[in-house]
């Protein structure tokens, strides 16, 4: 039987990537420097990682694609071309990777025993996730929240190590916190592969209809809309 193939996806950031695999080997990836242009670059990234395996699309078994919090826009393509890929193939099956997971585990190889990967919220406000080993894994601590810095650092539980990229805008540092290098704070599309290939292993595919994005914060869009319609209701 032939190892199956996997691709990973990750447009959350601002680098953006795709990543292939064989079954538990990583074996290929490519990166672009995105803005937003990842709807441009994404495509043709991927058409290349496969025509440079001899691959087709309809070779891939597993898709790995991760769901934000992050860039609004590059979340969205990535998604759309994971959705198309997943409507052409029925065999396709898919992962949704939150970006938080994709992250934490950049700081696999790093000393420490509590993590929190800190996402840019707006609002002097940041998108905290937290996450603990066990049994040789990364896993959450719990669900990720938005938080004001002050509040943020006020509650946060003490030898901690920081990663992400909000730490790029907020000034998270103080006793018993240490940051990671900053060229840990993104995911990379072979982290996205990594943690996408272990939660396959889980088990814990969705339909491809069935991606969604995960957003720090509403979407300034759907959150005037639901002011909108908060204030009819009161009327």
């Known amino acids: 039987m032939e190892t199956p193939a996997s691709l990973a996806i ?27 242009r990842h709807a441009v670059q994404l495509v043709p990234r991927i058409a290349e990682l496969l025509e440079n395996a001899s691959l087709r699309p309809a070779n891939i078994d597993e898709l790995y ?13 990535g998604l759309t071309v994971a959705r198309t890929m997943g409507q052409m193939m029925d065999s396709l099956r898919c992962v949704p990777v ?10 696999a190889e790093l000393s420490w025993d509590r993590l929190a990967v800190v996402l840019d919220a707006r609002d002097d406000c940041v998108h905290v996730s937290e996450f ?19 509040q943020f650092l006020d509650g946060l539980e003490r030898p901690v190590t ?39 292993r ?20 759907l959150r005037a809309e639901a002011d909108g319609q908060s204030g009819a209701a009161n009327v």
Do not use: M
Not at 98 to 105: E, N, V, Y
Not at 141 to 147: I, Y
């Open 65 to 77: 694609v991760s769901v934000g919090p992050g860039s609004f826009t590059g979340v969205r393509v």
């Open 202 to 221: 889980e088990g814990q595919f969705v339909e491809y209809n069935k991606l969604v994005p995960i957003y720090a914060r509403p979407p300034e869009v």
């Open 98 to 107: 939150p970006a938080p997971l994709a992250i934490a585990d950049q700081a």
């Open 162 to 200: 920081l990663t992400g990229e909000g730490l790029s805008y907020h000034n998270c540092t103080g006793s018993g916190i240490s940051i990671a290098p900053p060229e840990l704070h993104f995911p990379t599309a072979a982290s996205v592969w990594r943690v996408g290939r272990r939660l396959a």
């Open 132 to 150: 603990v080993r066990s049994g040789g894994q990364i896993i959450p601590r719990s669900p990720g929240a938005v938080l004001e810095v002050e």
């Open 10 to 36: 990750e447009t959350s950031c601002r680098t953006g990537g795709a990543a292939l695999g064989r079954g538990d080997e990583l074996v290929a990836e490519t990166s672009f420097q995105a803005s937003a």
